[in-house]
């Protein structure tokens, strides 16, 4: 594994830390992964279906997702998944997305004060 030296001058101190793996994958934050999978299941979508669905702005998340190329554009300006997103979740289309739960499923869940929590 490649090194690269960093120097703290604060302290005057050398030290050798492990050079980011190009080949590794970046994390995606918690938005991005929401919008991600906004766009999964509601595709084609406006970014503004996106903010809806969220509550808030998620300009950042699909700038980060547009990036990586896990979403794209289709020619109506709409977002939609990509070749990479299918290779990254390992599915082969989107049918192989898990179903979501209804929301009945979610009204008969026990509210998270009831839990104890």
Not at 33 to 50: D, F, K, M, T, W
């Amino acid at each position: 594994m490649a090194t690269s030296c960093a120097w703290s001058r604060a302290r005057g101190l050398r030290f050798r830390r492990a050079a980011p793996d190009p080949s590794a994958p970046l994390p995606l934050s918690g938005a991005a992964l929401e919008c991600l999978a906004i766009v999964a299941y509601r595709q084609p979508i406006a970014r503004s279906g996106i903010d809806h669905i969220r509550g808030s702005a998620s300009d950042s998340a699909i700038a980060t997702l547009l990036e990586r190329g896990l979403i794209a554009h289709n020619p109506h300006h709409l977002l939609v998944t990509t070749r990479a997103f299918l290779e990254l979740a390992a599915m082969r289309d989107l049918a192989d997305l898990p179903p979501l739960a209804s929301l009945d499923e979610y009204a008969e869940m026990p509210a998270v004060s009831s839990l104890g929590v």
